[in-house]
């Protein structure tokens, strides 16, 4: 494998990442550098190069100078997902005990509409529980 292949390979397994940048002058250069998490050595590096055919060649060099690790080694490793927030505790729904009435479930009635189908448009009037006589007590 050729050092042209290894910088490839280095590349396309996203251990490198190239971007174009501005300079100073209004023109740009090719940059790469190494990805967001990464555990390898230098997470700090940053090569810069003119155009593409100097980028090639500096990567090349850098792969024959530079500290050379196994591809295992420069992996990047993803930090972690967060795992998700816990779902807050939903009060179960509430049961008639022997202190509430069972028909109206302790409100002491409900509103009544004046279509009788929208709740909270319409409201006309408070209907006492005929089983609580609007106590909402048993």
Known sequence: MSALDRVLEDL????WILTLEDTADGGTEVVAYRPLGWTGPNPHERIAAPDHDQMRAALVRRQH?????PPSTLTPTRPPTPAPAPRPAVPPPSTPTAAKCGMCN???????TT?????GKNISRWVPCSGCNGTGEK
């Open 106 to 112: 302790g409100e002491g009635g409900r509103w009544e």
């Open 65 to 69: 100078e530079g500290d050379h690790v």
């Open 115 to 119: 279509d009788g189908s929208t709740p």
């Open 12 to 15: 396309i397994a996203g251990r």
